[in-house]
């Protein structure tokens, strides 16, 4: 049986009105240039779509993960679209593209990317969740939620086939040696709770079922890393397949309902509640957010996208959007002042270092009295 391949490959190449939206010709644009992917055999179908100002395109194809074709394609689709966007003027054209030539793969290059490969079951539902304005551990919470938490999965303890539990792979996205560990759930799930509630150093890349079949990828890519500068929130996508014998698509969706804090925000700098919304409202507005998610569901038909569903465009999220910007609006109120605005350690990446190495040589060992 082949095995068929997700892969989501995102970027923000460019948007209108500053760091808003990816423009309607970039999207075309992107759809052409995957269309020619599938004519040429380099994938078999795809789906386009903007989260905020990042470019979305979540490909099908049986060519494996890091498969050269398929990130050159995804790359020369971001390369070329930002010549478009220069040429237009659009915002911030080509921000993520971090390397002059292509290399094999995206990895380390600029573009965030999630990928997953499996043979695919007798009905495959898969969701694609896509956030902007915030960073890859923003996933951690909802994805422990959907495998490890029974008050939000019913199926932990109703299903027999989700009592043996899941693995998690983590990766600690500060450090190159030996940034992986896998630990199982429900044994190790106070140890999981350890590492991942610290959402900007611990990430969760992968979820397998106690069985080893591959069920969640998140991207983990940390542009501020690559390029050793501020250069935009590391906005995730994560690649999740529901359903017999997995958590179901409403279990799935729940854990987006709190809405949880994550950081990101203005500037990449602020905290605020992660907003489930439909495409429609895919736009970051008020203080350039509050961060949003969007979650697409698709069937995998025999490498094809059947789909997809606009999840969160339901009247059932109304009430954690309304949560959602009762939180933002209290949060604003603390203006400058933590924890609203992240704790210095994490702004090392930002624009505040710059600020502060001005008044360092003004810190004086005695008590100073104005003259
Ligand atoms: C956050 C983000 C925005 C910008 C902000 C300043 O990820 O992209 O909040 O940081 O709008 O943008 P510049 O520096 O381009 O004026
Ligand atoms: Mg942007
Ligand atoms: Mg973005």
């Not at 599938?38 to 100002?53: K, P, R, S």
Request: with cysteine; net charge negative; charged share 25%.
């Amino acid at each position: 049986m082949v095995e068929t391949t997700i892969s989501v490959i995102k970027a923000d190449i460019g948007s209108l009105a500053g760091h808003m939206i990816v423009p309607d010709f970039i999207l075309e644009f992107a759809r052409k240039e995957m269309k020619k992917g599938v004519e040429t055999g380099v994938i078999n179908d795809f789906h386009v779509t903007n989260a905020g100002d990042d470019l979305e395109l979540i490909m099908t194809h049986h060519k494996g993960e890091g498969n050269a074709e398929v990130h050159e394609l995804a790359w020369n689709t971001f390369v070329k679209g930002a010549e478009l966007g220069r040429k237009k003027k659009i915002y911030a054209a080509g921000q993520d593209i971090l390397a002059d030539t292509f290399s094999g793969n995206v990895k380390g290059m600029g573009p965030g990317s999630a990928e997953m490969t499996f043979e695919e079951r007798k009905s495959e539902p898969i969701a694609v969740f896509m956030a902007d304005k915030t960073e890859p551990g923003a996933f951690n919470y909802p994805i422990y939620k959907i495998y490890a938490d029974p008050f939000n999965t019913a199926g932990l303890v109703i299903d027999p086939n989700l009592h043996d539990g899941f693995r998690f792979v983590i990766q600690d996205v500060r450090v190159d040696d030996k940034p992986f560990v896998e630990l199982k759930t429900p044994e190790e799930s106070y140890d999981l709770l350890a590492l991942i509630g610290s959402t900007s150093k611990y990430t969760i890349k992968k979820v397998y079922r106690h069985d080893g079949m591959v069920t969640a990828a998140i991207s983990t890519d940390k542009l501020c890393y690559i390029a050793g500068k501020y250069v935009g929130k590391d906005d995730p996508v994560a690649i999740i397949r529901a359903h017999s014998g997995l958590p179901a698509m409403g279990e799935i969706l729940e854990a987006f309902t709190l809405p949880h804090l994550v950081a990101g925000w203005m500037r990449g700098s602020h905290i605020g509640p992660l907003i489930p919304v439909g495409v429609k409202d895919s736009r970051c507005t008020r203080f350039d957010g509050p961060p949003r998610v969007i979650g697409l569901g698709f069937q995998v038909s025999n490498g094809t996208l059947l789909g997809p569903v606009d999840m969160f465009e339901d009247v059932a999220f109304d009430i954690s959007r309304k949560r959602a910007m009762e939180a933002a609006d209290y949060l604003r109120r603390h203006g400058p002042f933590m924890p609203h605005r992240l704790h210095e350690n994490d702004m090392e990446y930002t624009t505040l270092p710059a600020v502060l190495e001005k008044l360092k040589d003004r810190f004086s060992a005695e008590e100073i009295v104005p003259k």
